[in-house]
Each structure stands twice: as C-alpha cells, then as structure tokens.
C-alpha cells in the first residue's frame, strides 16, 4: 500500500505545483548563468568565477528552501481537514506506513527540485577558484537544510487541521529552534571561545550559515559538527511527528474526558462555561453575535502569555546584559515587539470567527436569522474591543514604563531627547489606537477571511509572511548588515541627534502619514462593500485551498470570478426550483 500513495502524492504535486516546467525553466536559467559566468571568466582572465558562481548558486538553493513549507505544510493538515485521515486508517493502513508513504512521496518533490542545482555546483567547482572545503559545504548544508525545514513542516502538518495554521507554526517553530542561541552570541558580544559561540554549534542554522560566509568564521571541522547535530534535530522532528499522529488521528480528536487534564487546560484556556454564561446574559439581547465571537478567548489568552514572555524575557536579559536592554535602542526593540504581537493577534482574531462560520456552513445558517449581516460586522468589531483593550492598556503602560527607564540610563542632551520623545510618541500613539481605537482596521482582514475562509492564511499574507522568499533573503542580508553596524557603541549610544537621524525620523513619519490616510480611504470603502456586498459573498462555495485563482487575488477585493459563480449559482437554483414546481426533468 505504500507505494501507491507515494504515486498518488507524487501526481498530485505534479499536478498542482507544475514541476516538469518549474524543471525545465530553472535549468535553463542556471545554464544561462553559468554561460554568462564562464564568458565573463574567459574574457577577463580571473579564477574566481567558480567562487562567485558557487555562492550565488548556494542563495539560489536557499530560495528554493524557504518555498518548501508552500507546499509540505498541507500533507497531513489537509487529510485532517477534509476528516479523511482516519478512513485511511479504516482502510487497514498502520500510522507508520501513512506516514513513511506521504513524508517520503513529500520529500522527492522538496529534494527534486534541489537537484537541478547540482550539476551546475560541479561547474563552479571545476572552474577554479573555488576550495574543495567551501564545494563540500555548500554541497552538503543545501540538502541538510531542506531536510530540517521539510521536518519542521512535517510536524507542523500533525499539529495543525489548516494549512495556513501550520505555516504559522513552523515559521514559529523554525525560529525557535535556529535563532535564539545566535542572538545569544550576537548580544553577548564575549571572545571566540565563549561559552555562548561554543553552543552556536547546536543551532541548525550553524550549517548553512558558515557555508553563507565562506566558512570565515568557523572551520570544517565545526562545519561537520553542526551538519551532524542538524541531522539529528531533523530526526528528532520527524520521530516526534509519526509519534503524534498516531494520536491524532481521529476525526474529533477533541473529544476528551470531562474529567481530564487536557479538558480542565481547555477549560481554563478557552473558558469555562460558567464564564460563558455570564458572557451569554451580557450580550444575547444587544447582539449575539459578540458573544459568538468572544466565546472562545484562546487569543486573549496567547496575547496575555505572549506580552508577558516578552517582558520576562526583557527583565532576564535586563539581569545579564543591562548594557545592552536598558539602553533606548534595546528598549524601542522591546516596545516594537510587544506592539507586533499585540497587532498580529488583533487581526488573527478579527478573521478567526468568520472564517471559520464561512468554512463550516455556520454563516449561512447566520443570516437565515433575525440576526443580520450588519449586526455580524458591528458584533465584530465591539468583541475586538472588548477582548484586546486590557491587554493593550497593560502594553501601554509598560511602554510608558520603558519609557520612563531609559531616561535614567544616560546622559542626555538636546537633539537626541527631542529623537527619543518623538520615537515614543510614535510607539505609544501605536498602542494608543488599540486602546481607544474603533479597530476598522480589522475589517480587510474580516473581508479577506469572509471572502476565502482562511484565518490564518490571511493573517499571514496582510503581514507579509507569504511574499516572495528572495525579498526576505535579502532583508535577511540587510539585517545582518544593520545589526553589525548598531550593536557595540553605536547601538548604546543611539539615539545621538545626529541630522541623519532627525531626516530618518521625518521620512518614516511622512510614510506613516501618508499610509494612515490611505489606509483610512481604504477602510471606508471596504465598509461600505462589506454593507452591500456580505450577503453575495456568503452565498459563494468557499474556494478550495489549491485553487490557482488565489494567485491573481488581492487583499481587500473579491475572489476572482466570485460575482460569476453567484449569479451562475442563483441561475442554477432558480432552474431546479422550477423543475421541482413542474415535476419535470428537463
């Protein structure tokens, strides 16, 4: 049986991701770049085409790496999705072999279109000026690092029933795992031979990150070292994920004993029902639809817990490295991330209800009541407000306490204050708008979700976690940068006053400005669509994850075609009402 559903996975990646003609055009792109390297080497005369070859060749394979998740993520939350997973089952197939079948289908389409690379990495080796050290280590950190990516996907694909979901978790997942030692290292600022460059080893990013500098700040041996420990995080990852779907099978894994742990966790995460009853008596009258959308308080939950991470953390790195966290810099980055999660959470929650009464069927059933569709989206816009003011006002007065601590950790002048004062005026007029805000801003994300059904998947395209991968290597290159230029005097001395920095401040706020208002423009008008257009959008099939029209999609419109398939559908439905009235069939 396992073989068949390696084929099946097979035809469907083939099918959906065109893989012969993504083949064939990245072929002949590398073979149009090696000709314009090796033309370029002969007329010149240089030896070092192979290296620079080599190296652009290894950011193309991290291109192709980073679009992995686009296409693993799904492979076993869209079985649990669509409540197919446990049929397969049913069907005399053991968790093992469901597992080893789509994993290893899974990762022939990942490693295949790796391999277009490598006859063009033997090219750059055999045209000089590459070491046979850097050939090994690009060669070898590309396949290591999509294993470890693939991995995480993997397990994020058991933990998650939607994919949009998994890619929020492997992303998170990812960054838990690769950066937090690296930080460590990069803010501890010791010799070569500290304890925190030492653990940098067990990073999976160690790999590719010294194949990236040319193995410049480390050596083979410590190349192989990490390779090693990469390998075994990949391994661990996949263990873990046969070993949780054997678990969560089930097409209702949520039905628990009232009794057990997970409930009584459930209960105090999500809310009991007492606390749902009182919420009922509150709202039923004014609008029931409120209390549909704050029922279930998980986000709430998250952002308090998030929030309070953060803060912790600060506090810890405020123990080891004042120098570095109790300066302004440290703290703006503080307040950034606070404010981020704080907003990310506020849009995930305004797209969670309604995307998943637009997945469900529950919409439709919605507006059969006296309930209606303007009601739904005031409803929706009041639980946003009830939900995230306590947090935000918790934010904000940390904010204003950060605030207030960076003033005592240096000396100040004239220029730099009037920087720092206008920098908080920013942050906390940005945690100001979720205290006392309308939150309008939500409603591209209540429209997007209303439109395809997809939460998270929308959260995540309006924050930008789903653009093109080569933009986010290059942000990551430009970061590097800017961290390598900051950290040391000039990250504890910022703000200085300095003209560049006062023309900086001035530019960001007419951007700032000018995004307001257009977004404000844009947000009128998106409520004014949603007032006439809700109840055309609802009568809609929700369109498939896979379906090819997302691509031409954008935020804020409809779904291409949709107005199509409604009146087409309208058409249709009148068509059978009749024959039903005439008892005819034709």
Known sequence: MTWPLIER?????????????????????????????LLLGGRSGATTWGQHFNQLLFWGGLIIILQVPTYT???????????????????????????????????LVSFSRLLILYPFLAIAFLGGGLSLDMFLATTCSLPVTLLFVFAVCVLASVLCREESTAMLVAGLLAFGLCLPLPIWQRLTADPANSLAHQLLILSPARAPFLAANNLSSGT?????????????????????????????????????AADGWRARWSRRVRGDTAWRQKLARRWHETNPFVWLAQRDRWSVTLAWAAVGGVFLLWLAGCAVWWEVWLQPAGLFLVAILMNLILNGLVQFTAAKTIGEARRSGALELLLTTPLSHLDIIRGQLVALREQFRPVARVVLGMNVLLMILGLGFREWHGGDLVIYFAIWAVLL?????????????????????LVCGRPAYVTLRNMNFLSSPAW????????NRIINSLFGRGFQKYPTGSLGEFMLLLLIGLVGLFVF??????????????????????????????????????????????????????????????????????
């Open 9 to 37: 996975e097979l035809r469907a990646a083939t099918r959906k991701r065109q893989l012969g003609p993504i083949r064939l055009w990245g072929t002949l792109a590398c073979a149009a770049v090696a000709a314009l390297f």
């Open 73 to 107: 993520v799904g492979i076993f939350a869209e079985e649990r999705r669509n409540q197919t997973l446990g049929l397969l089952f049913l069907c005399g197939i053991g968790s093992a072999q469901l597992f080893l079948s789509k994993t290893l289908g899974a990762a």
């Open 220 to 256: 083979m041996t410590e190349f192989w070292t990490a390779t090693l420990i990469s390998l075994l995080w990949s391994m661990v990852l996949l263990t873990t994920a046969a070993l949780v779907l054997g678990r969560v099978w089930q097409d209702q894994p949520d039905r628990l």
């Open 429 to 449: 007029g940005w945690t100001g708008t979720f205290v006392f805000g309308t939150y309008r801003r939500a409603l591209v994300l209540f429209w997007d979700s």
């Open 472 to 479: 986010w290597i290059y942000l990551v290159f430009l970061g």
């Open 517 to 586: 208002l257009a977004h404000r423009t844009t947000h009128r008008q998106l409520e004014n669509r949603l007032a006439s257009d809700f109840r055309v959008i609802a009568a809609v099939p929700v369109p498939e994850p896979s379906d090819p029209r997302y691509k031409h999609w954008k935020s804020g419109e409809m779904f291409p075609d949709m107005l199509t398939d409604y009146l087409v559908g309208r058409v249709l439905q009148q068509v059978q009402n009749e024959r039903t009235r005439t008892g005819t069939h034709r």
